[in-house]
């Protein structure tokens, strides 16, 4: 009986435990195949993996300088803001300067007026003062209060 497990195993053991010789041969075929493709699926995965790494590092990039985009918008505005209010107030400051220059000129018109009156008045003044000088000019003397 011995002999007889012993030539079954060997039996067994001989032919591929039952499994043809074609078909052991396809199988490790099919294992070699889907090792290839597993392979490859493993360095398309990397490959990804590496393009997906480097899309990050330039979504981060972008993203930075977006944030310091938006601060620098933010102080333009900020600026902007103030030169506006700066620029209103210089706008004001012109049309009360401006109201100020016209009033002056009033003044100064109306200085011209009372300057010009007055040196005409003056005028006529002195020439009244001449005037009763001309007839001594003509050969009578004028009276004086010294005999």
């Not at 699926?41 to 590496?50: C, K, M, Q, V």
């Not at 003397?141 to 005999?147: I, Q, Y």
Request: charged residues 30%.
């Amino acid at each position: 009986m011995r002999l007889w497990w012993t030539a079954c195993a060997l039996l067994w053991l001989g032919t591929g435990c039952i499994v043809p010789r074609a078909m052991y041969d396809a199988r490790v075929e099919e294992a070699r195949v889907a090792a290839e493709r597993v392979g490859a699926e493993s360095a398309r995965a990397h490959a990804l993996e590496e393009r997906l790494s480097v899309l990050a590092a330039a979504l981060e990039r972008l993203t930075v300088e977006r944030v310091a985009l938006r601060a620098q918008l933010r102080e333009l505005e900020e600026g902007l803001a103030f030169s506006e209010e700066r620029r209103r107030g210089l706008e004001d400051q012109n049309a009360h300067l401006a109201a100020r220059e016209r009033q002056l000129e009033a003044l100064h018109s109306e200085l011209a007026d009372v300057w010009f009156n007055s040196a005409l008045s003056r005028a006529k003044r002195r020439s009244q003062r001449a005037s009763p000088a001309a007839p001594v000019l003509g050969g009578a003397a004028p009276e004086s209060g010294t005999p």
